[in-house]
């Protein structure tokens, strides 16, 4: 025994009787205090909540008495964070080793069960898991936010014409609701991956020992439940071997990020001096240190670049992974995940930095009319009209509607001014004979009618929009419920998933509470 020094002489045994010495100043500055600090901000209260659900177990077990188990548990309690950081010294900076050290040098007597087998791989596993799942559903009412602002930004502008696009090039007649509700669709699909994801993990791999399970009757079921998850990891290796559930949820970053950059593109397009469909506040403007006439978007180009980083953060643990053995590892468990809490802070921050510009952007829906109006948007209505209403085949009909619009641009007519003589010339010379030109023409280049017209469901007719922004709403409802019943089972333990003990509350308190409550109730 030697005296330990963060708890004036009392009594602590040495860590380990293989080796003599404890780590190196270059792993200790390089490797294991970065990684002690990180765990002390983000793994802590999960740490501890296993630690206090495990003193719950050696009580049911009777291992330990009543007495000892509040004494263990009252002191697990009573940890912080600058308690451990000052000692890490004396544990070789590893946080398991000093949250033992931390109860073991302050009992008033030794208790010979505390920790009798036990493992740091499934403690680690759990904690790391823990954090996983509470950041995701953190991450998730951030991104609902974030779709109900496209949702409620699609609402207002459902009515208002602009200009579609395909190949860069003015295609047909939509509005920016429609454009929105696209973007609000998207944020549905990444919820629901992510509610898959976060159910898929949901299993809790405390009990799994070192690799190959424990030698005392842990009731695992119990364990899951006092910790919140919603069940157990059925097999020890896996428990401590996977570590999947870090691409899964970098996978979805990036797919999503993917998908924002892409919308974004098209928000940085139309508020450029070209289109000068949008407008932003000055608060979220910038400026030209050169030329004084402009007003940058910079915002948009932000939101842009830190979407890149969601795919080099899975990338990253992608290759983290791979080649690796299936079994525990450092390499696996520090190394791989060392961008995972980059990536939360990134998803959540560009959809703060995207609902920020949702909410107060401004479509000028005048400019967004007359670009409709100056553009032939029409021809795939003109086609349709010469098939359906003169008998025209399809694809001549094409080449007719076509024809008439060369003619009409070359003759220097704005898309309203029709002209019936041309459009029959244009027909004649394919063979083909228009009862009634004027009327084949008459609606087709109108931009309301190019707006309302279409009938299917799905469409960019307002009406169709809005009957997809109310089934979105819908949506939205039993998404935010799902993710709240996730966040309590999350944050309060067993209390999210119907066990005795405790309640919920914040991460660490409904994490402390309900497991101490478990400890003083007894086996």
Known sequence: ???????????????????????SDLLRDEILDPQFRHEADHLLPHYIAIERALVAEYLRMGLVTDGQAAELDGLLGSVTREELLAGRQAN?????????????????????????????????????????????????????????????????????????????QAAQIISPGFYLAALSEQVLHT???LLATYDGIDACPLGAGAMAGQELPWD????????????????????VAYRGWTLEITAEFGVFGVALSRFTTDLMAWGGSAYGYL????????????????KNFPVLERIRGRSAHLASSHLDTVLGQRNTAFSNSVEVSKEAGAQLSQAFDTFESVLRLATTVLDHVRFDTRRMA????????????????????????????????????????????????TDPALLARAAAELGSELAAPEAVLAGVFDVRRALTAPESDGSTRPEAVEAVLRAQAEEYGRLDGEWADRTRAARGGAAGHGGAAGHGGAAEGGEREHVSAAVHAGS
């Open 1 to 23: 025994m030697h005296p330990d020094p963060d708890t004036g002489g009392s009594p602590a045994l040495p860590l380990s009787g293989r080796i003599g010495s404890g780590p």
């Open 92 to 168: 070789m900076s590893d946080i398991a080793f000093a949250l033992e050290r931390h109860v073991e040098t302050r009992l008033a007597a030794p208790v010979p069960a505390w920790h009798v087998d036990r493992s740091r791989n499934d403690l680690q596993a759990c904690a790391q898991l823990m954090f996983g799942r509470r950041r995701l559903a953190g991450a998730a009412a951030v991104l609902l936010a974030f779709g109900r602002a496209a949702h409620r930004l699609a609402g207002r502008y459902a009515d208002d014409p602009m200009p579609g696009y395909t190949h860069l």
């Open 191 to 193: 919820a629901r991956r």
């Open 220 to 239: 695992r079921d119990r364990l899951a439940r006092l910790l919140g998850f919603r069940a157990v990891q059925p097999l020890a290796l896996t428990s």
């Open 279 to 294: 407008d932003l506040p000055d608060e979220l403007s910038g400026i030209s240190s050169a030329m004084p006439q402009k």
């Open 370 to 417: 007359e670009a409709c109006e100056r553009e032939f948007l029409g021809g795939f209505a003109l086609a349709n009209a010469l098939t359906l209403r003169e008998g025209v085949p399809w694809r001549r009909a094409q080449v007719i509607a076509g024809r008439y619009i060369v003619a009409a641009m070359e003759a220097g007519l704005a898309p309203a001014d």
